[in-house]
């Protein structure tokens, strides 16, 4: 399994606290990239005002940390493009009823 793969599958055990859903799956996570040791992540938020804006990216970084590969985490919070229903995965809107 590659070093993505095995970050988004730690990406994938956080959840929006306001959606019964992983963030991966809500399409909060706009990119992925490794190089080499280090691990670069995109993400956003539902809102800007998001209640857990600080908790969630913190727990992004602590999960790709967890990844035995993965010495270091830079973690972007991004704004643009804005998130919206759209950028759920299929699974996610069944999930939600979409």
């Not at 055990?13 to 019964?20: F, G, Q």
């Not at 969630?56 to 919070?77: H, R, T």
């Amino acid at each position: 399994m590659e070093v993505k793969d095995k970050i988004i599958q730690e990406i994938k055990k956080i959840y929006d606290p306001e959606v019964p859903v992983n963030i991966y799956e809500l399409g909060l996570i706009y990119d992925i990239k490794v190089d080499g040791r280090k691990a670069e992540i995109k993400m956003t938020l539902t809102t800007p005002n998001c209640p857990v804006a600080e908790s969630l990216p913190k727990e992004v970084k602590d999960g790709a940390m967890q990844v035995e590969e993965i010495d270091d985490v830079n973690l972007e919070l991004v704004w643009d493009p804005p998130w919206t229903k759209d950028m759920m995965s299929d699974a996610a809107k069944l999930e939600l009823n979409l």
